[in-house]
C-alpha cells in the first residue's frame, strides 16, 4: 500500500481517536491515512488547496502525543521576488474528534487575497480492512450550509466535516480570506464522527495547550522528572511520558479505571498482555494506571469454557473490539487467546502492592487473583504436563499465544516452524514468578494455598531445567520452547531474557543467558533482535524473527540489570538510546533488526504501531534498571542498586511518589544521593552486583 507505515508520516493520538497523515499534514486515499474512531476510518482524505494549489512542504512534526505542525508556503507569483510571501501552518489536534487551524499569513508588501479549500472524503474501513490492504470506495458526500456529511450505508456511522465561513460544494469546503501586508488570516476545520456508541467531543482545548508538560497521569503536576546527562536519554523518557498518556483510555463500564491501549493504528484498544506490561513499566510514575488495569481486566476475567473464544475459569483476555464494525476484524471481538496474560496479571497485582497499592484496593483483587493462580494448574495445562501451555481450539484463533503471536513467530534453530501446542519458555518463567508473588498476596492477606503454590514454583523449577535446557557449540542456552512431542525448539530467541527476573533460573544459568543477550548475533547494536542472526529462520525485517522490540529490549536490560549483568545490560541500553533520535524518540512498536555496523541509523519496519504502550513503557522501565529500584512499600523500604559503572555520567529522578511522600534520587559519577519527603520509607542503597 502506498504511505502505508512508519516512514514521513505523522500521528496524533488520543484514546480511541487517531489521525494518520503524510508529513504535510494531508491524508490521502490509496494507505493507512485517515482518521479513525474505535477501530473505524471515518476520514480516508483531506488535502488542504490554497488558491486552488497544494502549498509547497516544508516540515511537519508531532507535538506531544496528540498534536501536530505542518508550515508549508506558496511559491513567489513574480519572477522578480525571491523569498515566498506566502506561508500556510496548519496545527492539529485529535481528542475524539479533529480540530484543525490553518493560518495563511502575508508577508509582502501588497494586500492578497486568497481561496482556502479543504477537499475530504469518507470510506469507512474496518481497522483490518486498512491493515489487510482491502480499498474500499467513498462513499457519497452530503453537502450541508458550512459542512459535508459522509453517512456508511446501512449503518450509523457519520463523518460531520466543517470550516470557519466555508461553502460546500459536493466534496469541498472553500471560504476567501483577504490579507492586508503583514496580516494573518485563521480557517478552523473540525471533525465529529458518531457511532452506535455516540458522537465524539471536539478537542475541549485549542492546539498547543495541553502538549506542553502533560505527564502519565494526565496532568502536568503529577509524577517523577527525570534529567540525565544524556540528552537522548531524557528526551526518550519526557517522550515516553507523553506517549503513554495518549493511549489512555478509560473503562466504559467503571470510568475511573485508567487502562493504556495497546498501540495505533493497529492496537488502539483494550490488550491484556499489553496493557499489563506497560502497567507494569509505568509503576514508579504512575500507580493509579496499575489500580485501574488490574480493576479492568478482573471485570473481563473468564468465567466459562468457550472454545470459539477460548474463554476459560480465570483466563485473562487477549484483546476487546468496541467498534461497531468489529465483527469484520480477525479474531472474535472479545477474545481470550492469550497465554501469557494470567500469570502476568498477578505478577502486576504483586508489584503494584510492592510499589504501595493499598491493601484495601488489592483485597477485592484476591478472588481474581486466586482464580488466575487456579488457571495455570488447570486450564492452562490442558496435557498435565506440568507446563503452561496453549492449544488454539477456535476458528479463528490465534496460531500462537504468547507475544510472539505471529504464524511463524516460534522456531528451530534450522529455521523450521514449530506448532502448537506449545509450552513457551518465558510464559514458565511468568507462571514462576505468578506463582512466588502470589503466595505472598495470599499469606499477607491472611488466604490459604501459599505454601502449595511455593511448592508448585520449585517443581516447576525443577522440570525446565530439564526439559528446556539444549547446548550448541557455545554452550548451554534455554530453548524457547517444547511442542507437542516434548522437544525443544532449540531456536536462540529474545525470549530467554524474560526469564532472568522470574526467579525459575540459578546464577550460572543467568550468566549463560546474559552472555547470550549481548553477543553479537542478539545485540544488534540499537537492541535486542527477537532471533538470533545466525538462524535458520533470520529475517531482520520480520516481526517476530529477527527484528528488534524495543520493550522486549527494556525487559532483557531490567533483568540482566537485576542479576547483575551491568555490562550486558549496558550494551543493550545504550542501543536504544542511540535509536531513539531517528524516530523522533518515539520508539515504535519494532523496528528491523540489521546491525548498527552496516546501518548508520536504525532502520524502520514498515507496518509499526507508534506509539505503543510498550515500547514507551519500556523507556521508564530503563530508569527502573539504572536505579535498580525495588520497592517493598508494605514493609517500608526501598532498595536501590544503581549500574555500576554508572553508564551516564549524572542520573536525576525526583518526586517518585512512594510511602505518602516523595523520593529524590541522584546518581553523580556513581555517587548516590537521596532525599526523602514526608515518607516514612527506609531508602537501603546497594552495590550493582548484591543480588
Known sequence: MTGHGPIGEIVCVRGESFVISGANGDIVPGGDHGLYVRDTRFVSRLEVLVDGTRPVHLAGVSVGGHEAVFHAYLPPSRDTEIDPSISVTRRRVVDGGLREEIEVRNAGSEPAELSVSVEVGADFAYIFDVKH?????????????????????GGEECARVTMTAGVADRDRLRCDVRLPP???????????????????????????????????????????????????????????????????????????????????????????????????????????????????????????????????PGKILHEVRRGALADRG????????????????????HEAWCWGLPDEDVAPLLPHIEAALSWLRNHGDPDGDGFVEYVPRGSRSLANQGWKD?????????????????????????????????????????????????????????????????????GPYPAVAVDHDKRPVD???????????????????????????????????????????DSGGYNPLSYHCGAVWPHDTAIAVWGLARTGH?????????????????FNYRLPELFAGFSSDFAPRPVPYPTACRPQAWAAGGALLLVRSLLGAEADVPHARLTLRPLSPAPFERLELTGVE?????????????????????????????????R
Request: net charge negative; glycine share 10%; hydrophobic share 40%.
Open 133 to 153: 490492504g482491502r480499498s474500499l470506495d467513498e462513499v457519497a458526500p452530503e453537502p450541508r450550509p458550512g459542512a459535508v456529511e459522509f453517512r456508511r450505508p
Open 182 to 312: 503583514g496580516g494573518t488570516a485563521t480557517v478552523v476545520v473540525e471533525v465529529v464522527a458518531s457511532d452506535v456508541h455516540g458522537e465524539t467531543a471536539l478537542p475541549a482545548v485549542g492546539v498547543g495547550a495541553t502538549a506542553r508538560g502533560v505527564g502519565v497521569t494526565g496532568s502536568p503536576s503529577r509524577g517523577p522528572t527525570l534529567r540525565c546527562s544524556e540528552s537522548r536519554f531524557t528526551r526518550l523518557v519526557r517522550r515516553s511520558v507523553v506517549d503513554l498518556a495518549s493511549l489512555d483510555l478509560r473503562d466504559p463500564e467503571a470510568p475511573d479505571d485508567r487502562f493504556t491501549a495497546a498501540g495505533s493504528p493497529w492496537f488502539l484498544t483494550l490488550f491484556g498482555r499489553d496493557s499489563i506490561w506497560a502497567a507494569f513499566m509505568a509503576l514508579p510514575y504512575d500507580l493509579d494506571l496499575a489500580r485501574g488495569t488490574l480493576r479492568v481486566l478482573a471485570r473481563r476475567q473468564g468465567r466459562r469454557v468457550d472454545e470459539e473464544t477460548e474463554e476459560e
Open 566 to 582: 551491568v555490562a550486558e545490560a549496558t550494551t543493550l541500553l545504550r542501543g536504544l538510546v542511540r535509536a531513539a533520535p531517528a
Open 406 to 474: 505471529s504464524r511463524d513467530g516460534v522456531r528451530f534453530a534450522d529455521g523450521a516452524i514449530a506448532t502448537a501446542p506449545l509450552a513457551l519458555s518465558e510464559v514458565q518463567g511468568y507462571a514462576h514468578d505468578a506463582a512466588v508473588r502470589g503466595a505472598a498476596l495470599l499469606d499477607h492477606f491472611g488466604r490459604p494455598g501459599g505454601e502449595g503454590w511455593r511448592a508448585w514454583a520449585a517443581d516447576l523449577r525443577e522440570r525446565f531445567r530439564a526439559a528446556f535446557w539444549v547446548e550448541d557449540a557455545s
Open 330 to 349: 480477525d479474531l472474535p471481538p472479545f477474545y481470550y487467546g492469550s497465554v501469557d496474560a494470567t500469570p502476568l496479571f498477578v505478577v502486576l497485582a
Open 491 to 533: 531456536g536462540i530467541a529474545s525470549n530467554m531474557g524474560h526469564l532472568l527476573s522470574s526467579g525459575l533460573l540459578d546464577r550460572d544459568e543467568t550468566a549463560r543467558i546474559a552472555t547470550r543477550l549481548a553477543a553479537p548475533d542478539m545485540a544488534s547494536g540499537w537492541g535486542l533482535r527477537t532471533l538470533s542472526s
Open 658 to 690: 512512594i510511602g505518602g511522600g516523595t523520593v529524590d534520587i541522584s546518581v553523580r559519577n556513581g555517587e548516590v544521593t537521596v532525599d526523602t519527603h514526608g515518607t516514612a520509607i527506609d531508602v537501603i542503597v546497594e552495590g550493582s552486583d548484591e
